[in-house]
Nanobody, 125 residues
Framework: QVQLVESGGGLVQAGGSLRLSCAAS????????MAWFRQAPGKEREFVAA????????YSADSVQGRFTISRDNAKNTVYLQMNSLKPEDTAVYYC??????????????????WGQGTQVTVSS
């Protein structure tokens, strides 16, 4: 059974940092892209960042560019999201996602088949 388990969320003041982790089990995703999405209260889930299987390329939403960094450790089957200079508008439940096979559109949540349960990030002003 495939599982994605996020951790590292919490409450932080504006300007602070958090590091999210997503540990995968049940299969290896070392040959596939992985991504982070988030959903704020009353809003639709949106793309945050994605990384290719090798880690050689990353993609980020305009709203987080320069502040968030996605990375991965294929040996640990884990993907990370380093979040710096956090803002109140970053408050959301953050989800990691993985596909069943190679995908073309890493920013499209419809491409992903496996999702974690989410971790809450709350940024106070």
């Amino acid at each position: 059974q495939v599982q994605l388990v996020e951790s590292g969320g919490g409450l932080v003041q504006a300007g602070g940092s958090l590091r999210l982790s997503c540990a995968a089990s049940g299969r290896s995703f070392s040959r596939y892209a992985m991504a982070w999405f988030r959903q704020a209260p009353g809003k639709e889930r949106e793309f945050v960042a994605a990384i290719t299987w090798s880690g050689s390329s990353t993609y980020s939403a305009d709203s987080v560019q320069g502040r968030f960094t996605i990375s991965r450790d294929n040996a640990k089957n884990t993907v990370y999201l380093q979040m710096n200079s956090l803002k109140p508008e970053d408050t959301a439940v953050y989800y990691c996602a993985a596909p069943s096979f190679s995908i073309a559109h890493m920013t499209d949540q419809g491409e992903y088949d496996y999702w974690g349960q989410g971790t809450q990030v709350t940024v106070s002003s």
